[in-house]
């Protein structure tokens, strides 16, 4: 069965940082891209970072800079450092499954479930 575990989220001052984790099982991590993907109340799901199997990275416009993303296949878990975290970055994020490549974030799934980060200003 395929699984992902997210974790690492909690609430922060503006400024601070964060660390998620994203744990998979089920299936062979090295042919997979891992995403991670962010909904803030009243809008749609974003993707904002993703690591594809051959280990290239992503950023939108919004988290770059910022954030990093790295993946550890020995534990087969996907990190996102976050660093210098702001309101607007208050959402639930969701770490997302993807065959081989990060594409344009489009037809992820499995999901891992939600953690929420508020940021207080």
């Known amino acids: 069965e395929v699984q992902l575990q997210a974790s690492g989220g909690g609430l922060v001052q503006a400024g601070g940082s964060l660390r998620f984790s994203c744990a998979a099982s089920?299936?062979?991590?090295?042919?997979?891209?891992i995403g991670w993907f962010r909904q803030a109340p009243g809008k749609e799901r974003e993707g904002i970072s993703c690591i594809s199997s051959d280990l290239r990275t992503y950023y939108a416009d919004s988290v770059k800079g910022r954030f990093t993303i790295s993946s550890d296949n020995a534990k087969k878990t996907v990190y996102l450092q976050m660093i210098n975290l702001k309101p607007e970055d208050t959402a639930v994020y969701y770490c997302g499954l993807r065959y081989m490549f990060c594409g344009d974030y489009g037809n992820f799934g499995p999901w891992g479930q939600g953690t929420l980060v508020t940021v207080s200003s």
């Open positions: 089920g299936f062979t991590f090295e042919n997979y891209a």
